[in-house]
């Protein structure tokens, strides 16, 4: 079976230093990796994805987010915060392996503050 | 990508009452989930709707409670059966393209239960 961890509830950065938010997964085969940001009271909408090729995936909004498979990661970065960068972060992962459910971590709230 | 639309956005009922959940899909889709959101929390996948045969349910989920309908490739229902205080939650539909593709999501439906 597989899953995500978000080891960060909150992280907080000034506004214009670099973000990094955490995410480790676990599956049996290849990994399908997703970022997701969810503002308040909205659904979730999508920012990046890894599915094969390069290893720094560029998404939206100057999102990147760095797939190691050595260390099961896929960190979400940005080079300079912004104050509406703010919201809740999901990590989320699948196997690549026949029809596999998408698994979501907890969520990590980015704070950035002006 | 997909824009997806749900309704109601939000809805107060009351106990023992049962709700419909509308989601649409501006395109066909190949698949569609229905997942449960506590606000700030993670989500739950809730099951898959099959286009026409009955939905695939995850583990503590049951038809009786949350039968399920998808009668296209752009359709779905999801209904909360005899709702209770516990049923207090967002519910979000999302949809898939591809086998490796990212799911998009609808706004939500917020539903309280008295």
């Known amino acids: 079976a597989q899953s995500v961890a978000q080891p960060e509830d909150q992280v907080n950065v000034a506004e214009g230093n670099p973000l990094t938010v955490k995410c480790t997964y676990s599956?049996?085969?290849?990994?399908?990796l997703f970022w997701y940001v969810q503002y308040p009271n909205r659904g979730l909408q999508f920012l990046l994805k890894y599915i094969t090729g390069d290893n720094l995936v560029k998404g939206s909004y100057g999102f990147e987010a760095e797939f190691n498979k050595s260390q099961t990661s896929f960190h979400l970065k940005k080079p300079s915060a912004l104050v509406s960068d703010s919201a809740l972060y999901f990590c989320?992962?699948?196997?690549?392996?026949?029809?596999?459910?998408?698994?979501f971590g907890t969520g990590t709230r980015l704070l950035v503050s002006p | 990508s997909a824009v997806i639309s749900q309704k109601p956005s939000r809805d107060i009922c009351q106990r023992g009452t049962s709700l419909t959940i509308q989601c649409q899909v501006d395109s066909q889709v190949t698949m569609m989930f229905w997942y449960r959101q506590q606000p700030g929390q993670s989500l739950t996948l809730i099951a898959t709707a099959n286009q026409g045969s009955e939905a695939t349910y995850e583990s503590g989920f049951v038809i009786d409670k949350f039968p399920i309908s998808r009668p296209n490739l752009t359709f779905s229902t999801l209904t909360v059966s005899n709702m209770s205080p516990e049923d207090s939650s967002i519910y979000l539909c999302s949809a898939r393209r591809d086998s490796a593709g990212e799911l998009f999501f609808g706004e939500g439906s917020r539903l309280t239960v008295l």
């Open positions: 989320a992962v699948r196997d690549s392996a026949g029809f596999q459910k998408l698994v």
């Open positions: 599956v049996s085969g290849n990994p399908y």
